[in-house]
């Protein structure tokens, strides 16, 4: 399979994951490297996140589908 312009690798990574270094392994078939020593970054000074209560979520989600529901489709059947 081409992506890109270059070949895209499907390893299963059946042969389990070499640790190479503190927070990175290998795969030993494919050589791919995942990195699992990091966390999200979060700049100082920020507010901490907050969520909105879920009776406001319960009415994003009622909204976001009344929304969709309106959406006219090209060539549905009206």
């Not at 494919?30 to 907050?50: I, K, N, Q, S, V």
């Not at 989600?61 to 090209?74: C, E, K, P, V």
């Amino acid at each position: 399979m081409r992506a890109v312009g270059r070949l895209v690798n499907h390893c299963a990574h059946r042969r389990g994951w070499v640790v190479t270094a503190e927070g990175e392994q290998r795969c030993d078939d494919c050589g791919t490297r995942r990195f699992t020593g990091y966390g999200a970054l979060r700049p100082p000074g920020l507010p901490e996140r907050t969520a909105p209560p879920s009776r406001d979520r319960a009415r994003a989600d009622r909204d976001a589908a009344r929304l969709i529901s309106r959406i006219r489709r090209r060539g549905a059947v009206a």
